[in-house]
């Protein structure tokens, strides 16, 4: 199954891969129309952090032991077993940020309408993820891991 | 003889069977539900009275759930008594369902306080579809309605009617809301947020009789307060807890305090019984003791675990704590642990208050663990200390930057984010 690491070394903190993970999850999928025109104005899914010098890129892990899914108040959070994949409907989220509560890696967030939440999906349309795609260090790869 | 026979079809029931076909795909499963509709999303009520969510939004599980993992579901059917000598459940169309291995996921109830007037029409409790249902059909008539109770499940109503245009007043006995998982100071934000809507709160007090409207003194038309003050409404809602449904082993060989006492397996002092959410008292991993936690996702986790367990993967329950996590009013908030600690010399309090936003952050330590926090109005990292908490991490090296805007995963020690992370 599809995963993003970090190489924690070569992250500088530049957050470019915010700004295309959230063009990627634009509707209009261009930077000026999304930021100035869309609502609810679409959301990066990835956090970086900071605590010098070094920098981390953080996004959803799919962890194997899914405690989101298992929160997830509505049924909004489900494992694609084929994939390996947490998959949120928004849809179904009643936003009640239980995932938020029990993701130990704090990459649930609600998104900009404050209703549901918005988390990192891989980029479903994409070969690459775009924040893999975008970064410009090289700090960010997208491997198939063994289940 | 049914392998696997679980009373109760909402998220412990639910959680059970996910759990047992992972591991037995065909072992014949059956499940006893007195609703019709068990796979719907309790905590989901509120929306559904608010119009936010509809019967198709609110599904837990999809209507072929018990289809797809071949189970014979008994809907709309009570189970009436367990011979666990002879490890059968009769029920009350007068069927007998002989068992190997027995769940009791029989939920909570809600609580019906006894004062006069509470069986006129207009007075609902609220934590079940059929309740959200019968409020839902009064809307169009009603103007206002009183909810009695400001936990949780009052707040959720209370919001839920807001949206709906009720006028409404909500009186807690407490004298600050939802007790259980806010302070004071949380309670004061939270109380403005929800008075700024109109709505109208009453604290320190509670409801003494319920009376009748003026020509028909069968429907609601107001409530008495212990005060004397008369509040004219068209609707009640009692949201004043919820007791766990144990009449089915009252009289019965099951360990019962409060709730069914079940061990780390979610097993009963009976063996092949079982029991998992409301209706029990389980491990609280942070007091390390037995006791009460009517949490939805507990619930569903607590029936996984018995479901592992019934099906003969040994599987232990990592145990849950007081923990809420709520967006009613449009305000985040979510709590965990302790958070009113009784004796606080022995405990370190870090505080964030920024009252115009509103954002109140509060982190309880002892001995340099955390075990308690709330996040109101900011809510995004919670869950990083949501595992400091499970994890007991001592924090003495982040301590100062607990609260501060860059804390984060990489705050924590290198040896943890390691474990935490692929990283190169």
């Not at chain 2, 069986?119 to 309740?131: C, I």
């Not at chain 2, 079982?274 to 991993?285: I, K, L, Q, V």
Request: net charge negative.
């Amino acid at each position: 199954m599809k995963r993003i690491s970090v190489k924690e070394d070569a992250c500088i903190g530049c957050g470019i891969c915010q700004v295309y993970c959230t063009l990627e999850h634009s509707k209009s999928k261009d930077a000026i129309k999304a930021y100035l025109k869309e609502d609810p104005k679409p959301v990066s899914r990835i956090r970086i952090e900071t605590n010098k010098p070094v920098s981390m890129s953080i996004r959803c892990q799919h962890c194997k032991d899914t405690p989101c899914v298992y929160a997830c108040l509505a049924g909004a959070m489900t494992l694609d077993k084929k994939t390996g994949l947490v998959i949120h409907d928004p849809e179904k989220c009643m936003g009640c940020w239980t995932c938020i509560m029990v993701c130990p890696y704090g990459a649930v967030k609600p998104d900009s309408s404050g209703k549901i939440i918005a988390k990192c999906d891989l980029c479903p349309n994409l070969d690459v993820p775009a924040c893999v795609t975008n970064c410009p260090n090289d700090a960010l790869l997208c491997e198939t891991v063994e289940e | 003889m049914v392998k696997y026979l679980i009373i109760g079809g909402s998220a412990g029931g639910v959680g059970a069977v996910e759990a047992i076909r992972e591991v037995d795909p065909t072992g014949t499963i059956a499940l006893i539900s007195e609703e019709v509709f068990p796979q719907y999303s309790r905590p989901m009520i509120s929306e559904f009275v608010s119009q936010e969510a509809t019967l198709a939004t609110m599904k837990y599980r999809s209507e072929q759930f018990w289809k797809k993992h071949n189970v014979h579901a008994y809907t709309g059917k009570t189970a009436l008594n367990i011979d666990f000598d002879k490890k059968i459940v009769k029920l009350d169309d007068g069927q007998k369902l002989e068992y190997e291995k027995l769940l009791l996921a029989t939920g909570g109830r809600p609580v019906v306080p006894q004062m006069d007037g509470v069986t006129k029409e207009g007075v609902f409790t609220f934590t079940e579809l059929a309740s959200a249902e019968g409020i839902t059909s009064k809307l169009q008539h009603a103007k206002s309605a009183v909810v009695l109770g400001g936990g949780l499940i009052g707040v959720s109503v209370a919001d839920a009617l807001v949206k709906r245009g009720i006028k409404i007043t909500l009186i807690e006995l407490n004298d600050r809301l939802i007790h259980v998982v806010l302070d004071e100071k949380a309670s004061e934000l939270a109380e403005t947020v929800i008075k700024a809507t109109g709505t109208k709160l009453i604290l320190s007090q509670t409801v003494k009789q319920i009376l009748g409207k003026q020509g028909n003194p069968n429907e609601v038309g107001g409530v008495l307060l212990q005060d004397d003050t008369i509040i004219s409404c068209d609707l009640v809602v009692l949201a004043v807890g919820v007791n766990p449904r144990i009449e089915l082993v009252e009289d019965s060989k099951v360990e019962i305090q409060k709730g069914i006492i079940v061990d780390r397996f979610m097993q009963t002092n009976i063996p092949d019984v079982y029991a998992c959410g409301d209706a029990t008292e389980a491990h609280d991993f942070l007091v390390k003791e037995n006791r009460r936690l009517p949490l939805w996702p507990l619930a569903h986790v607590g029936g996984r675990v018995a479901g592992y367990n019934m099906a003969g993967q040994t599987t232990e329950y990592e145990g849950g704590t007081v923990m809420s996590s709520m967006n009613y009013f449009r305000l985040p908030i979510i709590s965990v642990g302790k958070i009113n600690p009784e004796d606080s010399s022995e405990y370190e309090i870090l505080v964030d208050v920024q009252p115009e936003k509103p954002v109140y952050r509060k982190i309880v330590l002892k001995d340099d663990v955390i075990v308690g926090f709330i996040f109101l109005g900011e809510v995004e990292k919670a869950g990083i200390l949501f595992r400091l908490i499970k994890n007991q991490v001592n924090v003495a090296e982040v301590k100062e930057k607990l609260l501060s805007k860059d804390f984060g995963i990489i705050s924590l020690p290198e040896t943890v984010r390691k474990e935490m992370f692929v990283v190169h």
